[in-house]
């Protein structure tokens, strides 16, 4: 399920053998990219001697990847978030729908307000004006632009789920205590300006809450406050993150565990809400969106993975990800265990044996 990409440069198990700093990015890509990550790491894990996903040299982790990377950085063992998402009986990291899918009734409540006086004006503007001077109908249109909701969701209840599952598991809750580096990518809303939480001058921040500002995807989340800023996810994988692993955190190897491939769905039946479907098209708007989202999001990871090559020759990227035709399993509910198990062992089994294959041939 995953084929490991490199820049003519030595295989993962020699630059573990060599003592190279390796620093792990993690790209978004919601539960299915989380759970396909971790699946990754515990292969390598098994199949690299001297590979151990805790103790690397530094993190970068954004949207979904930002809580694993977390709970590695924190100490957790890989090993153990696997074998919990493995079994639904497991109440390690017990995550669920509600969690995520939860309603921001704040910005819900602002909106009704304010479309019921965008309303009322518009009614008012028809009745007193002369049909000659009345105000163009197009404009009072426009004006409900104005009072849409920042996001459908909030991320409220997700960061208090982490905060508990940090302090118990014993994961520190701030950048500064944690055992290993981390650093959490967010754009400000009101600059474009990217933030990396868990630098020097943000070393200070909450984990979970950097987190869920890494987390809130345009349109589906509203938008993080943090101080007297608000963030929000610019960009599941950028430049910048690919940067900061080796200006930052010193890499020599950059591990990129990247979830985010498009889905070749031309030959397999997928489940829809109505029953069995022909392709994407099928599954609705959502779906259209995230194909979208990530044939842009794997073009832009190849380019900028080849530009950090050309200004750091001295640095290995090494690419993990699943073909396109196996990330038709992303298309299937998270929430539903089996696929989750279907896709932790499928990650687990293909990362494996690649890695086997090249420890092999040496």
């Known amino acids: 399920m995953a084929k490991v990409r490199e820049r003519e440069s030595p295989p993962l198990h020699v630059a573990l053998r060599e003592g190279r700093r390796v620093v792990v990015y993690l790209p978004g890509g919601g539960v299915t990219g989380g759970l396909y990550q971790l699946g990754a790491l515990a292969a390598l894990e098994d199949a690299l001697p001297g590979f151990h996903a805790s103790d690397l040299h530094g993190y970068v982790g954004v949207g979904s990847g930002a809580i694993t990377a977390a709970a590695l950085s924190g100490g957790l063992e890989v090993q153990r978030l696997y074998r919990a998402l493995l079994d639904p009986a497991d109440t390690f990291f017990p995550l669920e729908r509600r969690h995520l899918i939860r309603i921001d009734l704040g910005e819900w409540r602002r909106t009704f307000g304010a479309a019921i006086g965008a309303i009322r004006q518009a009614v ?74 868990g630098d020097e001058a943000h070393v200070h921040e909450r984990i979970a809450r950097a987190a869920c500002a890494s987390m809130a995807l345009p349109l589906f989340f509203a938008p993080v406050r943090m101080g007297d800023r608000v963030f929000f996810a610019g960009s599941a994988g950028n430049a910048a993150s690919l940067d900061v692993a080796v200006e930052t955190l010193g890499a020599e190897v950059v ?21 069995e479907g022909n392709g994407l098209r099928d599954k609705g708007l959502l779906w259209v969106y995230n194909q979208a989202m990530r044939v842009g999001e794997h073009a832009r990871l190849q380019a900028e993975a080849a530009l950090v090559a050309s200004r750091h020759p001295e640095v290995d990227v090494v690419v993990i990800e699943p073909t396109t035709a196996d990330a038709v399993l992303f298309t299937h509910s998270p929430m539903n265990y089996s696929v989750r198990r279907s896709i932790l062992e499928e990650s687990y089994r293909s990362v494996r044996e690649n890695c086997r294959r090249e420890v092999a041939g040496k």
């Open 124 to 197: 008012v503007n028809a009745t007193t004006h002369p049909v000659e001077t009345a105000v163009d109908p197009w404009q009072e249109i426009d004006r409900f632009q104005d009072v849409l909701p920042a996001g459908i969701f909030s991320l409220e209840e997700l960061e208090r789920f982490l905060e508990s599952f940090f302090e118990r598991r014993g994961v520190p809750t701030t950048f500064r205590a944690l055992k290993r580096p981390l650093l959490i990518p967010a754009h400000d809303l009101d600059t474009g300006e990217v933030v990396f939480f």
């Open 255 to 275: 591990l990129v565990v990247n979830p985010l491939v498009p889905v070749a769905a031309r030959a397999n039946r997928l489940t829809t809400g109505r029953g």
